[in-house]
């Protein structure tokens, strides 16, 4: 395919959509990681987003499984460069599905389909450490959540538009 027919091949909504998913991921994890180093730095820090003791972002960002997936710290030990806040992981997903998404090869699909199935294993992950074991809710770490499903939905059918379209009468 020329890349006329792969750019046409795609919906022509897929382009701004991603980058309003990828602003909007990017702002909320920026701001998660603001009130995650804010809150180190002062206990009596209030986010906009701690609207009781049973929905609070910065009580869910502060915990252990803000940094690393809650993974990281058992494994490596909390000193290690691997052991980043989880809005980090976010900044860093969001940039490069923003960056990937300009690119029209089925190699950078295939990459946004990966990054984004781990991105959706790692919010039901998380999902689930909110609901069960810190039994609260977060109305950026949901933002997130959703932001990551609708960005695999675009994704996959960026990589099906993507694959070259077979003759029938073979």
């Given at each position: 395919?020329?890349?006329?027919?792969?750019?046409?091949?795609?919906?022509?909504?897929?382009?701004?959509?991603?980058?309003?998913?990828c602003?909007?991921?990017?702002v909320?994890?920026?701001?998660?990681y603001?009130?995650?180093?804010?809150?180190?730095?002062?206990?009596?820090?209030?986010?906009?987003c701690d609207f009781s003791s049973?929905?609070?972002c910065?009580?869910?960002?502060?915990s252990?499984?803000?940094?690393?997936f809650?993974l990281v710290?058992?494994?490596?030990?909390?000193?290690?460069v691997?052991?980043?806040?989880n809005?980090?992981?976010g900044?860093?997903f969001?940039?490069?599905?923003?960056g990937?998404g300009?690119?029209?090869?089925?190699?950078?699909?295939?990459?946004?389909?990966?990054?984004?199935?781990?991105?959706?294993?790692g919010?039901?992950?998380?999902a689930?450490i909110?609901?069960?074991?810190?039994?609260?809710?977060?109305?950026?770490?949901?933002?997130?959540?959703l932001?990551?499903?609708?960005?695999?939905?675009?994704n996959l059918?960026?990589?099906?538009?993507?694959q070259?379209?077979k003759?029938k009468?073979s």
């Amino acid at each position: 395919m020329s890349g006329r027919q792969v750019a046409s091949a795609l919906p022509r909504w897929e382009r701004g959509v991603r980058l309003l998913l990828c602003a909007a991921g990017l702002v909320l994890s920026v701001y998660a990681y603001h009130v995650e180093t804010s809150r180190e730095r002062d206990a009596s820090y209030r986010a906009m987003c701690d609207f009781s003791s049973s929905v609070s972002c910065s009580k869910v960002f502060t915990s252990r499984w803000g940094r690393g997936f809650g993974l990281v710290a058992p494994l490596l030990g909390s000193d290690t460069v691997l052991n980043q806040p989880n809005s980090v992981l976010g900044v860093l997903f969001y940039l490069l599905q923003l960056g990937l998404g300009q690119s029209l090869s089925s190699r950078a699909a295939l990459c946004l389909v990966l990054s984004s199935w781990l991105s959706v294993v790692g919010s039901l992950y998380l999902a689930w450490i909110l609901t069960f074991v810190l039994q609260d809710f977060c109305v950026v770490c949901v933002s997130t959540y959703l932001l990551n499903f609708v960005l695999l939905y675009i994704n996959l059918r960026r990589r099906v538009a993507l694959q070259p379209k077979k003759d029938k009468r073979s």
